[in-house]
């Protein structure tokens, strides 16, 4: 699962989507890996907008990556910096979590990452 | 200060609405129990056999992506094999489906150009990282196989979910696509729920954002030789025969990105109804070119639920959701709609 993909996610449990501790979900014992994605700048400036920032800032500091600014970068800015540009793609696009958890910081339910496929299938309970 | 109600009162509605709650609660469990034998069940295990007949996408789906700017993140609720993450390279999709089969099968097919694609395989050693100190930090230095993926699809994604919880955040994308996926939930109060979810996963209404695209199957197909047809019964179980001979041609044509959908995975057979509420009817799968087949006494056959959808009755659904519709019609056997959320954020509209 790529880290673009985590933040779209939150829980999966009804009543933790309007607590905002379940988002974004905290990547546990994560084991990484990067896939070789072509850059184009492009859509990386048209995502950028459709993403939540903080979370992103957050779920980069866990993962252990350096830590990202404060804002995001504005298109221009993106273009200028190809340091950013680079940094960013392979951030969202290139890198996987392959095997690991993702923890819901509201009800504290964990779900499985396996062979890189995150698996929100709720025990009955929790549906 | 205001009276309070007296405390057998209060007990008396708490009992009510704990026995309505519970009721209601049996009969949703009921319904899931239903669909994890007559759904789930059934595409875990023909998932390969059914990917292999599967790659044509519908063209009112293809145009509905192209339709969308560049850029734009969408999900495919229901996405099976994933023919509809690589349609349109310029957007994200992330697709989920109830079945971890074929969303590994979906996976799998991220990031090629076509079936025929093969995926070169490299060993990479991921860099070490800034010193994590959070319990929650990675394996810094492991090494790792990556795939190298060169489709547009490579900027998608798929993982294991199910429609009534999705476990997308509020608001979080720009469209929605719903392929052959509500029909096959049992009670009319979740195929309103599934599409209320995806309604509540895209943006709030503008011009040209925040849809969400919808296929069911048709109950009026006087076009096909499935013999359904305006007045009969909804509620069906369809059955799919999972030849072995022919599900290796199948994938053989798969691979070479090709099929012709003349596979037989069509059957007559009329046992009757194995549930009170369930007819059984002989049946193919919307994008097929059927060629009904005799099944022989030794492949497997597996019924699926399928609720088909009347004239008017997914519109109908969708605005019980609380969405609007924006437009809506038929092709080939199916019915379909692109709705949108009711209530528009910004702009007021009568």
Not at chain 1, 20 to 33: I, R, T, V
Request: proline share 6%.
């Amino acid at each position: 699962m790529k880290v673009l993909t985590l933040n779209f996610l939150t829980c999966a449990v009804k009543s933790c989507k309007s607590s905002s501790d379940s988002f974004p979900l905290h990547p546990k014992d994560a084991e990484l890996a990067k896939d070789d994605v072509e850059i184009n700048p492009q859509l990386l400036a048209n995502v950028l907008p459709r993403l939540d920032w903080n979370a992103l800032r957050t779920t980069s500091t866990e993962l252990g990556f350096p830590s990202l600014p404060d804002q995001p970068p504005s298109p221009e800015d993106l273009t200028a910096d190809e340091k950013m540009l680079q940094e960013l793609h392979s951030l969202l696009m290139e890198t996987q979590i392959m095997e690991g958890k993702l923890v819901c910081g509201h009800c504290g339910h964990e779900y499985a990452i396996r062979e890189g496929i995150a698996n929100f299938l709720l025990p009955s309970h929790l549906v | 200060m205001a009276a309070l109600p007296s405390s057998s009162a209060a007990t008396a509605v708490a009992r009510l609405n704990a026995a309505a709650t519970a009721a209601q609660r049996d009969a949703e469990t009921e319904a899931e129990a239903y669909e994890r034998t007559h759904v789930h069940g059934v595409y875990q295990a023909i998932a390969p056999h059914f990917s292999a007949t599967r790659h044509k996408p519908w063209p009112a789906v293809a145009l509905f992506l192209h339709a969308q700017p560049p850029g734009s993140v969408g999900l495919d609720v229901g996405c099976g094999n994933g023919k509809y993450l690589g349609v349109n390279p310029a957007v994200i999709m992330l697709g989920s489906d109830r079945s971890p089969a074929l969303v590994a099968l979906a996976r799998s097919r991220l990031g090629r150009p076509d079936d025929a694609g093969i995926q070169g395989v490299t060993k990479i050693r991921s860099e070490a990282r800034s010193a994590a100190t959070t319990a929650t930090s990675t394996d810094a230095a492991g090494s790792a196989v990556s795939t190298g993926q060169g489709g547009g699809a490579a900027i998608s994604d798929v993982l294991v979910a199910d429609g009534l919880s999705l476990p997308f955040r509020d608001a979080a994308v720009d469209f929605a696509i719903c392929v052959a996926v509500i029909h096959h939930l049992s009670t009319r109060a979740r195929r309103q729920d599934a599409i209320r979810q995806l309604l509540r996963c895209v943006k709030p209404r503008e011009a040209g954002s925040g849809q969400v695209l919808v296929y069911v199957w048709a109950l009026e197909q006087g076009a096909s030789r499935r013999g359904w047809d305006e007045g009969g019964e909804q509620d069906l179980l369809v059955p799919w025969v999972l030849k072995s001979q022919t599900q290796a041609r199948a994938q053989k044509e798969c691979r070479h990105g090709q099929a012709t959908s003349k596979d037989v995975n069509t059957a007559v057979t009329n046992t009757g109804g194995e549930t009170p509420s369930t007819a059984t009817a002989s049946a193919g799968e919307p994008g097929d070119t059927q060629t009904a087949g005799v099944a022989s006494q030794t492949d497997p056959v597996f019924k699926r639920y399928y609720h088909l959808y009347r004239k008017g009755e997914l519109e109908e659904d969708v605005l019980a959701a609380g969405g609007v519709i924006i437009t809506s019609g038929y092709e080939r056997d199916n019915w379909w709609v692109v709705a949108a959320n009711g209530t528009p954020s910004s702009r007021p509209e009568q």
